[in-house]
């Protein structure tokens, strides 16, 4: 039986069920051959890391030179399975991992990155605080900032926390019977989880019902967590002329901050590190809101606008994709939310690589990723090629590690 424990105060449920990953379909991890847990740190990832924060010049200005560090940190290697990074060495780590993301077009501001240090944090009440704290932090009544927190490492013999949720807010996707979702169909089985794990439902369900963070300990166990209100920033939509589109009583939440992204700096592997920046148009108007497997909404929008749509040839979806992504960027100027466009951050993401390349440093980037979803052609990115992405790079964010719940 596991005690979970709902919010801030607690309540029990029944034992964790049997479950799979809802991202990866897997089992257990002990279905088969034991994890074998943290592995001790690379030596060789580790002094090519020094080197890089040495060849930066980011040690911090009261740091040993890079002979006495590196024979430090190999020492600590040898003694413990791995070693402990400066303050400075974690957050210049973290600034890389964010300025090595071939799939982000935002890379321009890496250097602004703000560095919550929390590594001490493995209790997972502790680290569902300090991810409330981090929202707040970072939205500032609108005025985002690009913020992340790191917890503990994973270190021998003893796994940090994890956060299985994709990203600090999302909103449930509540399936019927008849297999259709209300919210966001891709959280369907997060939801359902999260449900099974003891979370209750809102009633009436919503189509914007936020999830609770779902965190475990280094024993595994998986404890739920309700986002305060006041921590969650929401947008509702409207149109610069459409009166009817505010009938439609849609909203989207102002940060996006990613909670499954393992982040590794030279060898250390932090499973727990949230990141958010702000959004960009595209992300919510021509993605979240309008792909047929996400809210689906441009059939409902072309309806009310009074377009043709029987057939595709009469761009009655590219018609109301542009209205529905210019009703996200006009909902968010207004509610004073920062919010990029697609074409000057498309301009900024060429001055970064600019930049870059004047440091003399490779600039990999995955076009597929980097040209917008609405008008890419319309856009400066669209019109080159880029180094290809490397994803034997350090430091890094990893993609999702398989949930073992
Ligand atoms: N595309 C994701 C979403 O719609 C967010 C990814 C990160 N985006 C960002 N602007 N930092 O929620």
Redesign the pocket.
């Known amino acids: 039986m596991t005690a979970v424990v709902h919010g801030y105060g607690s309540s029990t449920s029944e034992g964790l069920p049997e479950q799979r990953c809802p991202m990866t379909g897997r089992g257990r991890p002990d279905a088969g051959a034991p994890d074998p847990g943290p592995q001790p740190v690379d030596r060789d990832e580790a002094v090519e890391f020094l080197e890089l924060v040495d060849a930066e010049d980011a040690a911090g200005p009261d740091a040993e030179p890079l002979a006495q560090r590196r024979a430090a940190v190999l020492d600590e290697i040898e003694a413990t399975g791995t070693y402990r990074h400066t303050g400075a060495e974690l957050a210049f780590g973290a600034l890389v991992a964010w300025r090595n993301s071939a799939r982000c077009i935002?890379r321009l501001y890496w250097q602004t990155l703000q560095v919550r240090d929390r590594r001490h944090l493995t209790a997972p009440a502790d680290v569902a605080a300090e991810c409330v704290a981090h929202l707040r932090d970072a939205t500032r009544g609108g005025r985002i900032r690009s913020s992340i927190t790191v917890f503990a490492p994973d270190v021998p013999e003893r796994p940090g926390p994890r956060i299985h949720n994709e990203?600090l807010i999302r909103y449930a996707g509540h399936r019927s019977p008849d297999g259709t979702v209300r919210g966001d169909p891709r959280l369907a089985d997060f939801t359902d989880l999260v449900e099974k794990l003891g979370w209750r439902r809102p009633e009436p369900r919503g189509r914007f019902d936020v999830l609770p963070l779902l965190v475990s300990g280094p024993d595994g166990r998986p404890h739920l967590y309700d986002l305060p209100d006041d921590a969650v920033l929401e947008v509702p939509l409207t149109h610069p002329e459409f009166d009817w589109f505010t009938d439609l009583r849609l909203r989207w939440h102002a940060v996006?901050a990613?909670s499954n992204m393992p982040l590794v700096i030279g060898g250390v592997r932090y499973p727990v590190a949230p990141f958010?920046?702000?959004?960009?148009n595209t992300?919510?108007g021509a993605?979240?809101l309008a792909d047929a497997d996400r809210y689906d909404l441009l059939p409902a929008i072309a309806s009310r606008m009074g377009l043709d749509t029987s057939s595709v040839r009469t761009l009655w979806r590219d018609r109301a994709l542009v209205e529905l992504t210019l009703a996200v960027q006009h909902s968010f100027d207004e509610a004073g939310v920062t919010m990029a466009d697609h074409h000057t951050e498309s301009d900024r993401f060429l001055t970064h690589l600019a930049k870059e390349a004047k440091a003399g440093r490779s600039r990999p980037a995955d076009w597929t990723w980097v040209v917008p979803p609405l008008s890419g052609g319309l856009t400066s990115v669209f019109h080159r090629y880029y180094d290809d992405p490397r994803p034997e790079q350090r430091p890094a964010f990893l993609p999702p590690a398989p949930d073992a719940l």
């Open positions: 935002g990203q996006p990613i958010n920046g702000w959004y960009l992300e919510i993605r979240n």
